[in-house]
């Protein structure tokens, strides 16, 4: 029996994707017995977080790593190493930040919220969110001219969520900060490939651990060998109120080195089976029309429903009917404003597909 409906809680399809507010991913059973394991026994944690840190980097293609519990906490910890380097004065300090360079440099169209919003996360370092641009669009003029010796970083987010037309690009914002000596933090919480951010030359990449790789909730950051080690002593300072269980340590390096050795195309077909079935099973219901359409950036196929002028019922009223039934069917909802429901692969079953084909058709019967 789900243990969620044992305590009263509706069962959830999971048709929204990798989201955080839903638990993220099903954890793979060999990866949980072997953070089972994890749990039972001791060990020095000031010898596993690095030891954890650097095995993980590798398998992300960087020098060094930190785990961190979430890339929350990861973008938190990024901007605390920049602010403080190797100073454990700093480091205690925090978020009293009397010295500089104390700003962080942030494209308005990367100001999202992805369930809270990212100027917290940098403000609760003691870090000044310095906003460039417009969401219309940033040029090099608004990064340039935002620089100076008050400047310690820049914050660049890899997502959906982010303004995609119109930003400076990733290779831009390296290439200037760069030149000016300014570290670059990247917030590629959900992306799926680990090597790419890095090789790019950013100097903090964050990802989740419960997110692509499908870890339980844990975050990674990577970097240099010197960069890692300043975002570890945060352990010391506010990275105390962030920190991450022996098991969750465990389990995100675990469920790494399964993401790494996966075969992404069949991965990939297995969504693309999911996916086109729920459009069959879809390809009769009155009101809607359907497709499948590729994540922008990472290779995901999903269903959009489309809702015709004759759908009896809103984006929001339709939601609000699959979320509230039980099981309660949840979607991918950042398009509805333009009449589209969109369904994600990667964390449904075949089974819930006729589950959620019936649903649809007593919906807009
Ligand atoms: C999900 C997400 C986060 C937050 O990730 P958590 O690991 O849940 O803290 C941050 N940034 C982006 C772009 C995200 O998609």
């Not at 100027?119 to 969110?129: D, E, N, P, S, Y």
């Not at 060998?225 to 975002?231: A, G, Q, T, V, Y």
């Not at 506010?238 to 389990?251: C, D, L, P, Y």
């Not at 009101?287 to 019922?313: F, H, M, S, Y």
Request: charged content about 20%; aromatic content about 6%; overall charge negative.
């Amino acid at each position: 029996m789900n243990p969620y409906e044992t305590i009263g809680l509706p069962k959830i399809i999971n048709g929204a994707g990798k989201m955080t507010y839903l638990g993220s991913s099903a954890i793979e059973p060999d990866v949980i017995e072997k953070m089972g394991m994890a749990a039972q026994g001791y060990v020095d944690m000031e010898l596993l977080k690095p030891k954890i840190g650097k095995l993980a980097a590798h398998l992300a293609g960087a020098e060094a790593g930190c785990v961190t519990a979430c890339s929350a906490a990861g973008i938190v910890i990024s901007v605390a190493s920049v602010l403080t380097g190797g100073d454990m004065y700093k480091v205690e300090m925090l978020p009293d930040v009397n010295w500089i360079p104390n700003e962080i440099i942030i494209q308005k169209g990367h100001m999202v919220n992805f369930g809270a919003n990212i100027a917290q996360a940098i403000r609760l370092t003691g870090a000044v969110v310095k906003e460039i641009g417009m969401v219309t669009g940033t040029k090099e003029y608004h990064l340039l001219g935002a620089i100076n010796e008050r400047t310690a970083a820049v914050v660049y987010v890899v997502s959906h969520h982010a303004v995609s037309n119109g930003m400076l690009s990733l290779e831009q914002v390296i290439k200037i900060a760069h030149e000016h000596n300014l570290p670059v933090i990247v917030d590629a919480a959900a992306e799926t490939d680990l090597l790419y951010y890095a090789e790019s030359g950013a100097d903090y990449v964050v990802f989740s651990g419960h997110k692509a790789i499908g870890g339980p909730t844990s975050g990674l950051i990577i970097g240099s060998e010197e960069r890692m080690h300043n975002c570890q002593i945060q352990d010391k300072g506010i990275a105390r109120m962030m920190k991450v269980g022996k098991e969750n340590i465990m389990g995100l390096y675990f469920a790494l080195e399964q993401y790494s050795r996966r075969n992404e195309e069949q991965q990939v077909a297995g969504f693309e089976k999911i996916a086109n079935e729920l459009q069959r099973l879809l390809s009769d219901v009155k009101g809607i029309t359907t497709r499948i359409k590729w994540d922008a950036t990472r290779p995901i196929p999903r269903v959009q429903l489309i809702l015709g002028e004759n759908c009896k019922l809103t984006g929001k009223q339709m939601i609000s009917e699959l979320e509230g039934g039980n099981p309660s069917i949840r979607t991918r909802n950042h398009l509805v404003d333009e009449g589209i429901i969109q369904f994600d692969p990667r964390e449904l079953k075949e089974d819930e597909l006729p589950v959620i084909a019936k649903r649809i058709f007593e919906i807009l019967d």
